[in-house]
């Protein structure tokens, strides 16, 4: 069945429909001047092998991740190999590499090493659970990606063509780039079927392993960096293919295979027909080359279910250690001198993102008002931005009861944003008030669908974190494919889209603060509610409280908070996290205290992040929010080392 599938696809997906006779002369006589023949020899069959080795070697590594480290949900796009190769190959492209030259290789390898290290390092404590790694993963993934998109920033000529790129191109121009990957794959399962005995031996445990004469570091060490390897070539080849390598080993595994090495070579062919099912499917809807629509980004649309899938059907332990329960210790500090003091520094940091600047002649302190009023909009734009964000994550936290969660890492903006790029994807012009609607609707039924895909696990707080990530990489998918559709209207939100207040006006202002007041204030007033849900679901049902409808109001709340926020500095940014752990470090644990704390936090991040956008690398400009995602990933990654 699976193949007749696949035949009338690629019979659909043919970009010209030649005779038997055509064919005969094609496969053993190519006809040069035969211009099909020649767009079928050196486009269209090079761009199905490529799908066939690419799916092969993503399965492998997904299948060697998996075993080594006996976690499910391993990945190369799980945990962030994917986008360290990925930003590993926009460096070499920044520095000068010739396009598939050794170095182009050896940067994204490089980059794959250095997501995978720090993903082993910020999961060690835990003893490399399975929870842990993928929320590791994914928070390498965001940082790393932050850092990739400022790098393309720098590069404006090359920005949408990378873009497309990083999504997952498929299309060749020859057979050099096949024959390349297939012999890394050929290689990795020469070199798998060689130590394949140490590996099965791993699959018992460390303990068993290690009494049978294995040395479980090395192996595994050496296992990691030949899936990493093989991703490296394959995203520097091709750019990023999400979830085939999730989603092939779970079916192998499905389909009967037990032994390791029949599990390889199951999950090779199930990644290869998976991709090639992918590819096939949208060639007839994005024209002879399929530039239109990035394979890596419907495959990454089809795979997010199979991460839900695999959240819902499984339980996995926070940690594979042992470890005593910390006595919680609080330290609360006075609220208005904290409060006081961030406001002073507010000024402060409004007063230099206002009059001081950088010019052809070096550092000035202008009073024009040309010049500051220029300038106003965008810092007044990054205050209150900071202020929405800030107070939606400190909501979305004590809903969850997860220091963890927050708008931007749960795709809470990327669902503001996809609506707003949908409607310029249908060649919609909302007006503002529309915008604000269309973007809480569609934050709202993001949030709505992580709830409702974590009833089963009575809303855990690390389980209903990760079904944020899978429906954020869902909707990140979409994204990709709209933004790759080619459309003016749509391109042009590409900047938005990396969290730029260059357009803030004084009526986006206005709504922002209007919104940010009105809702901060009904937040305020539910003080009470936040701090009782913080407790947790039984401590909130005793007392009496309605606790479904409840968080649906506090959500209505996060979610319009985060629409707000999103029109005017898009959805990247870490500020909906940093803002409430700031907050808790400053002392303030009592749900009204950290309500106001986050806002003054949130502002300040915001502004800083905006005038450091305007001055660090001036004439150039990076969007505020870009600064604050690459700021607050850093940020992020101690606090999962601390934890």
């Known amino acids: 069945m699976t193949l007749l599938v696949l035949g009338w696809l690629l019979v659909h997906a043919l970009p010209y429909q030649l005779t038997l006779s055509e064919w005969q002369t094609f496969l053993f006589h190519r006809d040069d001047s035969d211009f099909r023949q020649l767009i079928l020899h050196f486009t269209f069959f090079p761009r199905l092998s490529m799908a066939l080795v690419c799916g092969a070697s993503l399965a492998v590594a997904g299948c060697l991740m998996q075993h080594l480290l006996q976690n499910p949900m391993a990945s190369p796009t799980t945990l962030g190999v994917a986008a360290g190769s990925e930003l590993g190959m926009t460096a070499s492209l920044l520095v000068g590499s010739v396009a598939g030259g050794l170095t182009q290789y050896m940067f994204a390898f490089s980059g794959g090493l250095l997501a995978a290290g720090l993903v082993f390092l910020l999961t060690a404590k835990k003893g490399f659970a399975p929870l842990q790694m993928v929320l590791a993963g994914m928070v390498v993934t965001l940082f790393l990606g932050a850092t990739n998109m400022m790098l393309v920033m720098l590069n404006e000529q090359q920005l949408t063509s990378l873009f ?69 070539i394959v995203v520097a080849t091709v750019g990023v293919i999400g979830f085939i390598g999730l989603v092939a080993p779970t079916v192998a595994k499905m389909l009967g295979a037990r032994r390791f090495i029949h599990r390889v070579f199951i999950s090779a062919l199930v990644g290869a027909l998976l991709l090639l099912f992918a590819d096939l499917l949208i060639q007839p809807f994005s024209g002879v080359s399929s530039e239109l629509l990035p394979t890596g980004a419907i495959t990454a649309l089809l795979g997010a279910p199979c991460l839900l899938w695999l959240l819902a059907t499984n339980k996995f332990s926070a940690s594979f250690k042992a470890e005593n329960v910390a006595t919680k210790r609080y330290h609360p500090r006075s609220f208005l001198r904290i409060s006081s003091l961030l406001c002073l520094l ?125 429906v954020s990489a869902a909707l990140d998918a979409i994204l990709r494919v709209a933004l790759s559709s080619g459309q003016d209207n749509v391109q042009a939100l590409l900047t938005w889209l990396s969290g730029s207040t260059y357009l803030a006006s004084y009526q986006d202002v206005l709504a922002l603060a209007l919104g940010v007041l009105v809702l901060g204030g009904g937040a305020y007033l539910s003080c009470r509610w936040l701090d009782i849900l913080n407790l947790g679901q039984t401590s909130a049902v005793s007392v009496g409280i309605n606790t479904k409808r409840t968080r649906l109001v506090l959500l209505i709340m996060a979610s319009l908070l985060t629409a707000l926020a999103t029109l005017v500095i898009g959805p990247l940014s870490f500020v909906g996290l940093l803002a409430p752990h700031i907050a808790r470090g400053l002392g303030q644990y009592r749900a009204r205290h950290q309500l106001v704390v986050s806002c003054l936090v949130g502002a300040s991040l915001m502004v800083t992040a905006d005038w450091l956008g305007r001055t660090v690398w001036f004439p150039w400009q990076f969007p505020a929010g870009l600064m604050a995602s690459v700021v607050g990933g850093g940020y992020f990654l101690l606090l999962l080392r601390k934890n």
Request: with cysteine; hydrophobic share 55%; aromatic share 6%.
């Open 164 to 232: 497309v790129w990083g999504a997952g191109a498929l299309t060749q121009q020859g057979w050099g780039n096949t024959q390349l990957v297939l012999a890394i794959l050929t290689l990795t399962i020469v070199v798998i079927v060689v130590i394949q005995r140490p590996l099965a031996a791993l699959g018992l445990g460390s303990e068993v392993a290690e009494s049978s004469g294995v040395n479980v570091a090395r192996v595994r060490l050496f296992g990691l960096t030949l899936s990493v390897l093989i991703t490296s």
């Open 346 to 470: 507010l000024v402060a940091l409004f007063c230099i993102a206002v009059f001081l600047g950088r010019t052809q002649t070096g550092w000035q302190l202008s009073y024009d008002w040309r010049i500051i009023d220029l300038r106003l909009p965008r810092v007044l734009g990054a205050i209150f931005a900071g202020c929405g964000l800030a107070l939606a994550g400190t909501i979305v936290q004590r809903i969850t009861v997860n220091p963890m969660a927050s708008p931007e890492v749960m795709g809470i903006s990327s669902g503001a944003a996809l609506a707003l790029v949908l409607c310029a994807w249908l060649g919609l012009t909302p007006t503002r008030a529309e915008q604000i609607l269309y973007g809480g609707i569609g934050a709202a039924l993001v949030m709505m669908a992580i709830l409702q895909f974590s009833k089963r696990s009575n809303y855990a707080p690390t389980q209903l974190l990760l079904t944020g990530i899978a």
